[in-house]
């Protein structure tokens, strides 16, 4: 990592200045068992140099237990970790080159700010001067020179976290890692927090493993996602094809919202709401299967001359801005939401009926799951 | 000890006074029949034992017990031997029982409460099987020698001990504190002495407090052993001159205090640093 000069304040949507590539990180078929549970059960990555991936995942999935294993504190039953090609097997934990922020506060209490970001440094043996250079860079480029010299217990969480990544970057790390660094900060500090650590991501260009359970915090920070489950990974994409894509149904609810509405396998494709509709993904081609198709709220659309099928009332009207999400209680106590361009349903009253149709070319399904009309993904 | 009686009185004070009301009266009033019966407790045989030191042999009032302390005989080398039992004890102490509080913590937390069980051991057992059992396993150069009570010293000294790490450690979080300076580059030597220990300076500074206090005043085993260590050597020349021995407890009650009330007071100064340095 190059260093950014002496700025007298942070700017975060400065240019790159340096060209310095991240590592390239390849896990494969990590294995990690804790008595009967398996944490991690097979669980194969492979990042880019530079590149930013999230692991995402219900609690307990080993996200945790896989960053952990990438930073050496963690043994594994079977399964590789190389970075840049070179297996960490042997390389213990403070050999391993690779920053990490924590969930819970980790700043060292008997020291300052300062003192913190220079303990790499020193652990490298810089000399005094070069660390107090350094770390004063650090807290610059993390906003926090007017900090230097306080000590943890004087600073906000915010701050602290912040003093925690400019302590990770010190060491210039091959690979940063960040273990739902946010989740302990408010809702206002951690959207702007994560924003910062982006933007300071790709400018310092350093290969980043960031942990969190929150799926619109990892469509919104990652170069692609990786939705864990049960120690393995169920899908690897770009956030607007995962959002767009999901390659399962257990990503599709996981991330953003899902309506599950009944339908019938046909010969051609599934039969939802008096439509036939092409179907992707795994699950049954047998004719004649009840299963549940999966389609986002944008991807329903709304007529106001319902048909025969697909015909509902409004139940409820929720603004989001450039579009409002309706709810619709179609037939047999079946509720979905539709996304709609808000101007398009201003007059639009509640109670008022209307038609519901899937406007996707087609559709992914899954089993057949007793009432439940609709899922939200979990959003804290 | 009266630090130690005081300090749970500071912490009622604050919830009771921002309440205000009568309840907080009653406290108030319990606080000072407390305060005062304990003061009593102490002060009461101080004062005798002050009197009793400061009258000489035709009974008017003399400081020759306390300027003749330094010329007894056998004071001057049962104060060394202490203070150096004191110094070896420490040292040993620590270095046995720092890594091992830490490791248990760190890696086999599922065994705290098994330490927490033998670690009371020694209180509980008594002092003539202790010294039997060190006997066993002290290398043969110290047998004989009064270093051999240290090593009595230091299984006495190990529930205290064993405590205030172990409180000091539950005080702050050790595994992340530890990983984090790790991922930094920290091997473990300089892990613990730039992270773990300076973060259990109160810890460690009690149980060094305990620890000096223990040995400077233990009298059965080393009357036991047949050891002129300091307190014995009182207890041996009060039947030459008791108001000399008297004077020399006094002193060494005092000495202790101040010895309690300088650290302390050092702790003090660190932290009101800290706070100095917040408002810069
Ligand atoms: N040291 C351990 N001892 C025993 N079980 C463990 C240990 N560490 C993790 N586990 C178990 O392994 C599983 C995965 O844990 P992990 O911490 O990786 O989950 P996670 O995805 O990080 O969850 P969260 O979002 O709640 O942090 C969990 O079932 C957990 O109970
Ligand atoms: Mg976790």
Redesign the interface.
């Known amino acids: 990592m190059k260093v950014l000069g002496n700025r007298a304040k942070a700017d975060w949507s400065a240019p790159l200045p340096a060209e310095r590539a991240g590592a390239s990180v390849r896990l494969s078929g990590l294995r990690r068992s804790f008595g009967p549970t398996k944490a991690l059960n097979g669980l194969s990555l492979d990042i880019a140099p530079g590149e930013l991936v999230a692991l995402l995942g219900p609690s307990g999935c080993g996200k945790t237990t896989a960053l952990r294993v990438l930073?050496?504190?963690e043994t594994l039953d079977a399964g590789h970790v190389l970075v840049d090609g070179q297996d960490l097997a042997g390389t213990?934990?403070?050999?391993?080159?690779?920053?990490?922020v924590?969930q819970?506060?980790?700043?060292?209490?008997?020291m300052?700010a300062v003192d913190n970001v220079a303990?790499?440094l020193?652990?490298?043996g810089h000399a005094a001067r070069a660390r107090r250079d350094k770390a004063g860079e650090l807290l610059d480029l993390v906003g926090l020179a007017v900090e230097a010299?306080?000590?943890p217990h004087?600073m906000s969480g915010g701050q602290q976290q912040r003093v925690?990544l400019a302590?990770?970057l010190a060491?210039e790390p091959r690979v940063l890692?960040l273990d739902e660094p946010l989740s302990a900060l408010d809702a206002k500090v951690r959207l702007q927090l994560r924003q910062q650590i982006r933007s300071l991501q790709q400018r310092l260009q350093t290969t980043t493993v960031f942990v969190t359970h929150d799926q619109e915090e990892a469509l919104s920070i990652a170069d692609r996602v990786c939705v864990m489950r049960d120690g393995r990974i169920e899908q690897v994409d770009a956030p607007a094809d995962l959002y767009a894509r999901p390659a399962t149904p257990f990503v599709a609810e996981f991330v953003g919202t899902m309506n599950r509405i009944p339908g019938v396998t046909e010969s051609g494709g599934v039969r939802v709401l008096g439509r036939l509709l092409a179907m992707r993904g795994e699950g049954t081609t047998n004719p004649g299967v009840p299963v549940d198709v999966l389609v986002r709220p944008e991807a329903l659309s709304l007529s106001d001359a319902p048909g025969s099928d697909g015909r509902g009332i409004v139940t409820n009207k929720t603004f989001l801005g450039a579009v409002t999400r309706v709810q619709v209680l179609v037939e047999d106590g079946l509720g979905v939401q539709v996304d709609q361009p808000s101007e398009e349903v201003a007059t639009l009253a509640l109670g008022a009926p209307v038609g519901v149709f899937i406007a996707a070319p087609d559709v992914l399904t899954a089993e057949r799951r007793a009432p439940a009309a609709f899922h939200e993904a979990p959003s804290n | 000890m009266v630090a130690l009686v005081a300090e749970p009185l500071d912490e009622l004070e604050v919830p009771a006074e921002e309440e205000g009301t009568g309840k907080h009266r009653r406290i108030r009033w319990w606080r000072g029949i407390v305060l005062f019966a304990v003061g009593a407790y102490f002060i009461i045989p101080f004062y005798a034992a002050l009197r009793f030191s400061l009258e000489g042999s035709n009974g008017k009032f003399t400081l020759s017990a306390f300027t003749s302390i330094p010329s007894q005989p056998g004071f001057g080398a049962a104060f060394a031997l202490s203070v150096r039992l004191a110094v070896i004890t420490t040292v040993i102490t620590m270095v046995l029982m720092v890594p091992t509080a830490v490791y248990v913590h760190l890696r086999v937390p599922r065994l705290r409460r098994l330490f927490d069980g033998i670690t009371v051991l020694p209180i509980v057992i008594p002092p003539v099987v202790l010294i039997v059992g060190v006997l066993q396993v002290a290398p043969t150069v110290l047998k004989g020698t009064p270093d051999l009570l240290a090593l009595v010293y230091v299984v006495l000294a190990m529930p205290f001990v064993y405590r205030s790490l172990d409180a000091g450690l539950r005080a702050i979080d050790l595994k992340t504190l530890v990983e984090a300076s790790r991922s930094l580059g920290g091997r473990w030597s300089s892990t613990l002495l730039r992270v773990v220990l300076p973060n259990l300076r109160a810890a460690l500074l009690s149980a060094t407090i305990l620890t000096v206090a223990l040995v400077l005043g233990e009298f059965t085993m080393a009357s036991l052993d047949q050891y002129q260590t300091f307190p014995v050597w009182i207890v041996n020349f009060e039947q030459d001159d008791a108001h000399v021995s008297t004077a020399v407890s006094l002193l060494a009650l005092v000495g202790t205090w101040l010895l309690l009330l300088l650290i302390t007071s050092f702790d003090r100064r660190q932290s009101r640093r800290w706070l100095r340095k917040e408002s810069r």
């Open positions: 930073a050496g504190f213990p934990a403070q050999k391993r080159d690779m920053g990490m924590f819970s506060y980790s700043l060292f209490p008997n300052d303990f790499g020193r652990m490298r010299k306080k000590f004087q925690a302590r990770a060491i890692l």
